[in-house]
């Protein structure tokens, strides 16, 4: 099933929003070949994206910049197509009432 044009993608713990490159944002390069968006702490999986997109950074907020074809692979999920735009990247967060702090979910 293709997805619908939306203003938001999710893939487990990580999503995605339609956003802009801040004019202060940094280029990034592929390491090995890949951008890995987001590991998970307990697992070491991580969330790849690969294809025609270009990944920058900004106070440790990544953004991508979608040309063409593109995706992002977990080894948990399913390929997740990402359409042509500009994408900021998030990762899910959980309050712990007990300890009433804010924290990124652990994968």
Same mark, same amino acid.
């Given at each position: 099933? @293709?997805?619908? @044009?939306? &203003?938001?993608?999710?893939?487990? &713990?990580?999503?995605?929003?339609?956003? @802009?490159?801040?004019?202060?944002?940094?280029?990034?390069?592929?390491?090995?070949?890949?951008?890995?968006?987001?590991?998970?702490?307990?697992?070491?999986?991580?969330?790849?994206?690969?294809? @025609?997109?270009?990944?920058?950074?900004?106070?440790?907020?990544?953004?991508?910049?979608?040309?063409?074809?593109?995706?992002?692979?977990?080894?948990?999920?399913? +390929?997740? +197509?990402? +359409?042509?735009?500009?994408?900021?990247?998030?990762?899910?967060?959980?309050? &712990? +009432?007990?300890?009433?702090?804010?924290?990124?979910?652990? &994968?």
């Amino acid at each position: 099933m @293709e997805p619908r @044009e939306t &203003d938001l993608i999710v893939q487990g &713990d990580v999503f995605f929003f339609k956003s @802009e490159i801040p004019e202060a944002a940094r280029k990034l390069g592929p390491a090995g070949g890949r951008f890995v968006i987001a590991r998970g702490e307990a697992t070491g999986h991580a969330h790849v994206a690969g294809g @025609e997109i270009e990944v920058y950074e900004q106070h440790g907020v990544l953004y991508l910049k979608v040309t063409g074809p593109a995706e992002v692979t977990h080894e948990e999920h399913l +390929p997740l +197509p990402l +359409p042509p735009g500009t994408w900021e990247v998030g990762v899910v967060r959980e309050f &712990d +009432p007990f300890l009433e702090e804010c924290r990124n979910v652990a &994968d």
